[in-house]
């Protein structure tokens, strides 16, 4: 069975704290995604990374910075937490050859105080 | 460009009736549309995809959708809804490379 993991389910962290979420993949696909969901927005993509070491930004990279040393692992920094980021974060994986069939993680809710 | 529209935020029905989620689409080229559902505290689960083969698309848990290119619409039903379907429905659309387009989401609910 395929699967995505993410570090936390839940994070409270504080205004400009450095933060960091986690996303690990065990399909060794070389797609990997971060989106933001936001009720009544669905959800946008953040960063995207199609290979290690590569990155590509989305709709909303602001504040925003991403890591993929390892084909498995894409991780999602915020540089320093500000309360409007305050929300859900989705972390999802596809292989090259079916790329719009993704498959998420559960998801961490992050609150910034 | 392409985007989506779920034309319904909040969807309502009763135990053992019939479900009917709206989506419609704008794209430049041949889409590829897809349905997922997020159950509370869950990511976000495939229903079922279209591209570009058969027009009427089967899913999972007896979902469906059919694609009507004049329309440009790719709406979810399901003859009969179950409790266990209550959860949010997100409606995509393909973008450009490796981009998907997600739809605001509709959230069923289901009464007993």
């Known amino acids: 069975d395929v699967k995505v993991t993410q570090s936390s389910r839940y994070l409270v962290k504080r205004t400009g704290e450095k933060v960091f979420l986690e996303c690990v993949q065990d399909?060794?696909?070389?797609?990997m995604f971060w989106y933001r969901q936001d009720p009544g927005l669905g959800l946008r993509l953040i960063y995207f990374?199609?290979?290690?070491?590569?990155?590509e930004k989305g709709d909303i990279p602001e504040g925003y910075s991403v890591s993929r040393e390892k084909k498995e692992r894409f991780s999602l920094i915020l540089e320093s937490a500000s309360t409007n980021q305050t929300s859900m974060y989705l972390c999802a994986s596809s292989s090259p050859s079916v790329p719009y069939e993704q498959y998420f993680g559960p998801g961490t809710r992050l609150t910034v105080t | 460009a392409q985007s989506v529209t779920q034309l319904d935020s909040h969807v309502s029905v009763s135990e053992g009736t019939p479900v009917l989620l709206r989506c419609n689409y704008s794209s430049s080229y041949s889409p590829s549309l897809f349905w997922y559902v997020q159950h509370p505290n869950k990511g976000l689960q495939l229903l079922l995809k279209y591209t570009s083969a058969a027009t009427l698309v089967k899913g999972i848990n007896g979902f469906e959708a059919e694609f009507k290119k004049s329309e440009t619409s790719f709406h979810l039903t399901k003859p009969s809804a179950h409790m266990s379907d209550a959860a949010e429905y997100f409606c995509v659309v393909r973008g450009g490379g490796f981009k998907t387009i997600f739809g605001a989401g509709t959230r069923l609910f289901v009464k007993a």
């Open positions: 990374s199609y290979d290690v070491k590569m990155k």
């Open positions: 399909m060794d696909h070389e797609n």
